[in-house]
């Protein structure tokens, strides 16, 4: 009796290649599908045991391994259809539910203030210590110095900033973006300190990790929804 290899079977390459040719004629039914699918890998697989030398049967674990491979291999593919599609319901979850900002106020950080005449401009500093003087200077577009405000003393924490839209001589100043620079002194010694700006969320984008969601803020800029410190109601 002739033994019957298990990779160079004549009647198991016959196989393989009618169920090639079958698969190329149906190439629009397949798309998308493994090219050897559950039903035809357990016709091989019952092909090669009835062919198999009697006395050289398959071993059990080599049978267990074929087995192991293409179900790893099919389960890897269902895996990542079903991650895909579970990313894109996420993605389209999350701009939903992003866009529920849009038209409310945002603070994150930056040193743009965008004031509108009829409404204060809103801006905050966090300060890790208490100081001894807290100076606040506003700057036009063009680097202008427009306003100063000493505020004096403060504690450890949050420290709000409100700007009138005014100048030094009390006059109105138009509206458009200004530029904060606030320094806080301790003993004699004065260092910079980072604003933190109110901005109106005007647009929700999807950023290029898929998962991170951009803001358009209203003279701020583009901010990552990991920036924003605070959300609130536009005038709050």
């Known amino acids: 009796m002739s033994t019957v290899d298990q990779i160079t079977n004549p009647y198991l390459q016959s196989m393989q290649w009618q169920q090639t040719a079958a698969s190329s004629t149906q190439a629009s039914e397949a798309a998308g599908n493994q090219a050897l699918g559950q039903e035809e890998f357990l016709e091989l697989m019952t ?23 293409f179900g790893t291999v099919s389960g890897i593919g269902d895996l990542k259809d079903s991650f895909a599609s579970f990313s894109d319901t996420m993605k389209s979850q999350m701009l939903v539910e992003a ?23 809103q801006a ?31 504690s450890e924490g949050d420290v709000n900033i409100t700007w009138n839209g005014e100048n030094d001589d009390g006059e109105a100043m138009p509206a458009g973006n200004y530029t904060l620079t606030v320094t806080g002194t301790l003993r004699g010694e004065t260092q910079g300190l980072s604003p933190y700006v109110y901005g109106e969320v005007e647009s929700v984008s999807m950023g290029t990790s898929n998962t991170d969601m951009v803001l358009n803020v209203a003279g701020v800029g583009s901010k990552s929804m990991e920036d924003v410190v605070e959300i609130a109601k536009v005038g709050s």
């Open 47 to 69: 092909a090669q045991l009835e062919n198999q030398d009697p006395f050289k049967p398959m071993e059990n674990a080599d049978f267990i391994g074929q087995m192991a491979q």
């Open 124 to 154: 905050m500093v966090k300060l890790a210590s208490n100081i001894d003087s807290l100076v606040v200077n506003v700057q036009s577009e063009t680097g202008a110095l427009v306003r100063t405000m000493r505020m004096g003393a403060q």
């Open 99 to 121: 866009s529920n900002i849009v038209g409310k106020s945002v603070l994150t950080q930056g040193d743009t203030l965008a004031f509108t005449p009829g409404s204060d401009a």
